[in-house]
């Protein structure tokens, strides 16, 4: 039973394009949503966050949207650049469990 | 900047073998998280501690697995015996206080490899 879905197992972008990763959610609890970025050989680290009250977020380079009706968010990352390069997790938080329910992730390849 | 610590980097050890890992979380941060990744998986998570105490555990393979915190400070994940199917990685996070849970720092992990 997965309740945050990253479909896509990997993604190319030329340099300096849009990178757009999604993210489907079946929990209609869940009111918080991560992104989570990793390197190989390092932990995930925060990358931008986004409440249920929102539909968007901007953070520099980095935008999530959130689409509640549809249960789906998307990180948009403009222009891409090859250290973006890294497999990125989408989470989700039920506020009344505090848990995260991570997604299968998306690896991100920017060709130079 | 404060960073959470685990060791060791990697482990490779053999099946039905005791394996422990350890965790050092940021300064101050009141909980703590063990998660499994399996490859081509997102992290799972195991185990939350808040301060010293288990506060969910619904996922940890209780017969085999084993956690403790028990200055609630630094922690310690444990598997006896070892099975082929543990190899994974193995993350550490941490986070101020449970009322503020929303950004975990991760460590670096520790792959785990049973042969």
């Known amino acids: 039973d997965q309740q945050v879905k990253q479909n896509s197992p990997s993604l190319s972008v030329q340099e300096g394009r849009i990178s757009i990763l999604n993210c489907d959610y079946t929990?209609?609890?869940?009111?918080?949503f991560l992104w989570y970025k990793k390197y190989p050989a390092e932990g995930p680290t925060f990358l931008i966050s986004?409440?249920?009250?929102?539909d968007k977020n901007e953070d520099g380079r980095f935008t999530v949207f959130l689409n509640k009706s549809a249960k789906h968010l998307s990180l948009h990352i403009v222009p891409s650049q090859p250290g973006d390069s890294a497999v990125y997790f989408c989470?989700?938080?039920?506020?009344?469990?505090?848990?995260?329910?991570f997604g299968t992730g998306t690896r991100l390849k920017v060709l130079a | 900047e404060a960073e959470v610590a685990q060791s060791p980097r990697y482990k490779i050890t053999e099946k039905s073998q005791a394996v422990a890992f350890w965790c050092d979380p940021i300064?101050?941060?009141?909980?703590l998280y063990w998660y499994r990744q399996i490859l081509g998986q997102g992290p799972e998570l195991l185990v939350q501690?808040?301060?010293?105490?288990?506060?969910?555990d619904s996922q940890l393979p209780k017969d085999r697995f084993s956690a403790e915190r028990l200055k609630g400070v630094d922690s310690t994940l444990k598997i006896q015996p070892a099975e082929l199917g543990d190899s994974a990685m193995y993350l550490c996070?941490?986070?101020?206080?449970?009322?503020?849970?929303?950004?975990?720092?991760f460590g670096p992990g520790t792959r785990l490899t049973v042969t």
């Open positions: 989470a989700a938080i039920h506020s009344g469990t505090y848990k995260y329910i």
């Open positions: 996070a941490s986070s101020l206080d449970p009322a503020s849970p929303y950004e975990q720092y």
């Open positions: 986004i409440s249920s009250i929102k």
């Open positions: 300064s101050g941060h009141a909980t």
């Open positions: 501690f808040q301060d010293e105490s288990v506060v969910d």
């Open positions: 929990n209609s609890m869940f009111d918080y």
